[in-house]
């Protein structure tokens, strides 16, 4: 087989993927798109050209040789905005994974690195492809060597060899140099001569075939105006060729043979995959899972039929597993238990049955060591048995100190813990369609050693939360939250199922409605959730620009949509038609087959309580903390969500800017304090200071910015992210920002403090000593490093916020029960939570939940709490 190199101009594919790719974040918070966008071209590249050889060559900084001779050379270029430079280190250790060369040299561009290496393998006889984004590189185009330049995006690709620059331009590929020489070049800010675009320099090279030949006979350039043109700039033109010229003398040291390429070795690849979120790309691959290091010790699980008290101790570990992610109703499938008197397994049907059993979990004086206590309440809560005396939770406590793993079973804490006393769940039962549960006997000493592991790591886990001063984190606010928790889903919150038909049908109409406009406009009738027959329609039949591609046609993705929208009609249509159609799959068809594993019309989401490194809860099956309501058909599906008792009536309340309120405290900025002290709007006050304007001058566009920028600043939003965000020019957004923190000198005070913190001690606190580690803070990497800062300014911020919540909840759970109350809480959905309550007890939670709510903590500035109520959650705002 012959010899093909590839070589990639990594800083071009890396910029094409960022634009061509909507922001994405991994769970860490990490940009992952223009990483995500690279590694799909990579895998492409690597599919379809089958190469023995491959580079991947990067830009080593901002001067150039070119800079000698001119230093304006790339001047016009904007900053390199954060969020793609953060992903830059990550796409180098993307193609360490994948076993592929890549290299940088000082004083040169990728370009040259190209140049230099495919005219060795040239020599060498290799054939050669290059992939980038630049047509500068179109100039190396030979018999051997094909340049690749992206189009729209990334995927789209158009193939330059010297018959279709030929057929293209009418000209050879070394006559591109002299083309940029002409015509400049506004990306690279070669100047070129004023004047001549393409169009000219090309028929001028048709007539002298380079800069030269065209400068020794001016005289023959018809038209004296051009002719006056050339002769004033003919320096430039020169200059610009010198510029545009890629030099193929570079001083690279690496070889063709360093460059060779053995395939990817997936077991790299995978943990990477799996640490940016790129789950669909993990599938793919075929890496077996291996229980390393794991130290199974020596245990006796005992298999019994039935319980007896000899086995429930004053103090167990209790394990219960359900094979199945929702415990409400997945089965009971066995229950172990260890204590000082040995380690024991029973199924779970004789359990549930079990008298003695029953009696021991309701009775509050034993107590007992849990995995996941909430998860633990239900299963037996639904099985008619009360769980209490929960005294320490595996699950939480390895959450809180180890906020960043992924805490997914028991094997997962023990490892985090340097502790691998047991497999994982996924090798034990196998992943996916292949999950089966093993025999008896395996099955019981499984679970046996789980329930072991949490009597094991209890103690030390204890010591280690003590010794951080988060012990009271476990025990006064996380494991108390759990049971209210619990109860919350048991409750569960209840649906009219009749207004949710009604609604799919009002969808219904709408969308055949909007579908017939759409037709209208188009001309004819075609599957509009076809991307690639509504393709056709706008970009061939209707001749709107082609923003990308894809490998099936032209994109239709919603952000391309977005930007078309002021070119056509059809567009804003075809928008408000893919949001309704989501809300009628999603929240409408998806909350009626939910509903329809209740009896009593109820749904029953879960409560995902250490998820996030932030400390904030999120909820599943059905998520309904992410109902969308901006859109008013968004918000009228909170119509179906009723009290479960007749008359009774939904209140809502929720903290009014909690987060800028928690800035405020801990930044103790005093114009931000005055603001919320005086109970003024602090985005009209921002507004004030930035824009140096009285408050009746304070125009509706100015608080908007001001909003933006307030939620935005402390979490690092760069220029760039303000300018996407508001629409207005990165410069625009900078001066933005400046004026911002010279206008509240605490907040950028604290910004620097906490960066500071995070240096010091290696991670950040909230208010109620939850910590997030950032190892990443002292990084040599600037991009990584500053990811790192920007996440030790934000974390005490919204981890504070999260906990505030909780411990409202908390007090509002014991408040009601201190009341003697019928009021139910249903939900938390971020800062609000949400009741049902008899009408008779309206009045009386007006009085108690802002009490409750707004002393949850003292702080420098007043928490406000605003409320409402109605027949239906949407009422209740």
């Not at 140099?177 to 090309?202: F, H, R, Y």
Request: glycine share 6%; aromatic share 8%; net charge negative.
């Amino acid at each position: 087989m012959s010899n093909k190199l590839v070589l990639i101009d990594g800083n071009s594919i890396a910029y094409r993927a960022f634009f061509a790719l909507p922001l994405l974040n991994n769970d860490k918070g990490v940009h992952t798109n223009a990483i995500y966008g690279f590694t799909m071209m990579l895998n492409k590249i690597l599919e379809e050209e089958k190469p023995t050889h491959v580079l991947v060559a990067f830009d080593a900084g901002k001067t150039t040789f070119r800079h000698e001779s001119y230093k304006e050379y790339k001047g016009g270029r904007q900053k390199t905005p954060p969020e793609l430079s953060e992903q830059f280190p990550f796409i180098r250790e993307l193609l360490d994974a994948y076993g592929i060369s890549r290299y940088e040299l000082a004083n040169y561009e990728a370009d040259d690195i190209i140049g230099t290496l495919s005219l060795h393998a040239e020599k060498e006889d290799f054939e050669i492809k290059i992939i980038s984004g630049d047509k500068d590189l179109t100039q190396l185009s030979s018999s051997k060597t094909t340049v690749g330049i992206t189009k729209k995006g990334i995927t789209d690709i158009e193939e330059y060899t010297p018959l279709h620059i030929q057929e293209k331009y009418g000209i050879t590929p070394v006559q591109i140099i002299d083309m940029k020489g002409l015509m400049g070049d506004a990306s690279d800010n070669i100047p070129g001569i004023p004047g001549v675009g393409e169009k000219t320099a090309l028929k001028l090279l048709h007539q002298f075939q380079t800069v030269e030949n065209l400068l020794q006979s001016i005289d023959q350039v018809s038209g004296n105006k051009l002719k006056e043109k050339i002769d004033e700039h003919k320096e430039l033109a020169v200059l610009s060729k010198q510029l545009a010229t890629i030099t193929r003398e570079a001083p690279i040291e690496i070889q063709l043979n360093d460059t060779v390429y053995n395939g990817m070795d997936q077991e790299k690849i995978a943990p990477l995959y799996k640490e940016l979120g790129f789950n669909t790309l993990l599938e793919k691959l075929n890496v077996a899972d291996t229980a390393e290091d794991i130290v199974q010790e020596e245990l006796n699980v005992e298999l019994v039929t039935e319980i007896t008290e000899e086995m429930l101790t004053e103090e167990t570990a209790l394990y219960i597993e359900i094979l199945d992610d929702n415990y409400h109703r997945g089965d009971i499938i066995g229950i172990s238990f260890s204590n000082e008197n040995g380690d024991f397994c029973i199924r779970g049907d004789a359990v549930i049955h079990s008298e003695i059993f029953k009696s021991w979990a309701e009775n509050e004086s034993y107590k007992k060591f849990v995995y996941d206590a909430k998860r633990s309440i239900v299963s037996l809560s639904r099985r008619g048995i009360e769980l209490k005396g929960i005294e320490f939770d595996l699950y939480l406590a390895g959450y809180l100190l180890n906020p960043a793993e992924s805490v997914v079973d028991v094997a997962a804490i023990a490892k985090a813990q340097k502790r691998p006393m047991l497999q994982p769940d996924e090798i034990f039962y196998g992943k996916g369609a292949k999950r089966s549960i093993p025999d008896q006997d395996a099955l019981c000493d499984f679970l046996g050693r789980k329930a072991r592991a949490i009597l094991t790591l209890k103690d030390e886990m204890i010591a280690e939360l003590e010794a951080n001063e988060q012990y009271a984190l476990l025990t006064d606010l996380e494991l108390p939250l759990s049971i209210i928790l619990a109860n919350m889903e048991l409750q569960g919150i209840k649906v009219d199922v009749q207004r949710l038909k009604d609604m799919g049908q009002e969808l219904s109409q709408r969308l055949q409605a909007i579908e017939g406009k759409i037709f209208s406009l188009a001309g004819e009738a075609f599957n509009i959730n076809s991307p690639k027959q509504l393709g056709v329609i706008l970009f061939e039949k209707l001749q709107l620009p082609v923003m990308k591609k894809t490998k099936t046609g032209y994109s239709t993705s919603a952000d391309v949509l977005e930007k078309l929208e002021s070119k056509h009609e059809i567009v804003r249509e075809i928008l408000h038609y893919r949001q309704l159609a989501k809300l009628q799959s999603t929240y409408i068809e998806g909350l009626l087959k939910v509903v329809s594993f209740s009896e009593i019309d109820k749904v029953h989401t879960r409560f995902n309580q250490a998820l996030t490194q932030t400390g904030r809860l999120s909820s599943t099956d059905p998520n309904l903390q992410n109902i969308p309501i901006r859109l008013e058909e968004g918000r009228k599906i909170r119509q179906a969500f009723i009290p479960s008792e007749k008359d009774w009536l939904i209140f809502a309340a929720d903290y009014s800017q909690i987060e800028l309120r928690v800035l405020a405290h801990i930044a103790n900025d005093e114009a931000m304090i005055e603001a919320f002290r005086s109970n003024m709007d602090i985005h009209t006050k921002t507004a004030m200071d930035v824009f140096h304007v009285e408050k009746d001058e304070v125009t509706s566009n100015m608080r908007r910015q001001a909003k933006a920028v307030n939620f935005g600043i402390v979490y690092g939003i760069s220029d760039y992210g303000l300018s996407q965000s508001l629409g207005i020019s990165r410069k625009e957004a900078g001066e933005f920002i400046e004026k911002y923190l010279k206008s509240f000198p605490g907040v950028q005070e604290y910004m620097r403090e906490s960066i500071f913190e995070a240096n010091q001690k290696g991670y950040v606190n909230t208010l109620l000593n939850r910590r997030r580690y950032i190892p990443e803070i002292t990084s040599k990497n600037f991009n990584i490093r500053s990811f790192a800062e920007r996440t030790a300014m934000n974390t005490p911020i919204q981890g504070s916020a999260a906990d505030i919540i909780k411990l409202a909840m908390i007090n509002m759970t014991e408040r009601i029960q201190r009341e003697n109350l019928k009021t139910k809480m249903l939900l938390q959905v971020h800062d609000e939570l949400i009741f049902e309550a008899p009408p008779e007890e309206i009045d009386i939670l007006m009085k108690i939940v802002p009490e409750e709510m707004e002393r949850a903590i003292e702080l420098n500035v007043p928490l406000k709490v605003d409320y409402s109520y109605g027949p239906t959650w949407f009422d209740a705002k």
